[in-house]
């Protein structure tokens, strides 16, 4: 069956630190991959998705980066944090017709 | 691009009544799923939909996939305490490469 990893589940990182959020999906191949923030327990900000290794589609200009180095490994980061980018972020995989989420991270920048 | 809007945002029930939500597209969507979220986890899928007209239950949840492929509602009926969470709708249109979701409906139920 299919499971996505998600870590850590939290952080709290100082203005101006870098960043890196993995995910990892196992017993699946050729996911498409997202990551989302959700501020405050509510909607789901879509903020990278991709559908291939190296294919980055990119939803909201902002201080962050998603990387794809490997089929089934999806990475969020950031060169410098800012206290905006506080929040909760989840990773999620695709197949062909059903979504499903890993456990989420919860950012917080002090 | 596609967007999703979802309602009510919240929901505030006694216990043992039942509950409707329900999401409209401005495009027509080839699948509806339904998540829950509970405080600090990801969603967890509840019921998913693939063909207009179709009505699925999963206990006491049942979602409906509109007929005009532009909406969808879950029901939940006899309501419990645990039931409380934030609930999402979500979809594919015409492409499978982004999955839109609905803003959400926060579903608070009194004992």
């Known amino acids: 069956s299919q499971t996505i990893h998600q870590w850590p589940a939290t952080l709290v990182q100082p203005v101006g630190s870098p960043l890196s959020l993995e995910c990892t999906v196992e017993g699946t191949s050729n996911p498409n991959l997202y990551w989302y923030r959700q501020a405050a327990g509510r909607g789901l900000q879509l903020l990278f998705y991709?559908?291939?290794?190296?294919?980055i589609s990119s939803e909201v200009p902002q201080n962050l980066s998603a990387s794809r180095p490997q089929d089934r490994q999806f990475i969020l980061s950031s060169k410098k944090l800012l206290l905006s980018d506080s929040g909760f972020y989840l990773c999620a995989w695709t197949g062909n017709t059903e979504a499903f989420f890993g456990q989420g991270t919860r950012l917080t920048v002090v | 691009g596609q967007q999703l809007n979802q309602s009510p945002q919240s929901m505030f029930i006694q216990e043992g009544e039942d509950v409707s939500m329900n999401c409209t597209s401005s495009?027509?969507?080839?699948?509806w799923l339904w998540y829950k979220q509970d405080p600090g986890e990801g969603p967890v899928l509840l019921i998913a939909l693939y063909k207009a007209g179709e009505l699925t239950s999963n206990g006491r949840l049942t979602a409906q996939f509109g007929i005009t492929r532009k909406d969808s509602f879950l029901n939940i009926s006899a309501s419990i305490p645990s039931d409380v969470g934030i609930y999402f709708c979500a979809g594919w249109g015409s492409s499978y490469g982004k999955l839109t979701f609905g803003q959400g409906t926060i579903l608070t139920v009194h004992p």
């Open positions: 495009s027509i969507f080839n699948t």
């Open positions: 991709s559908v291939g290794i190296g294919q």
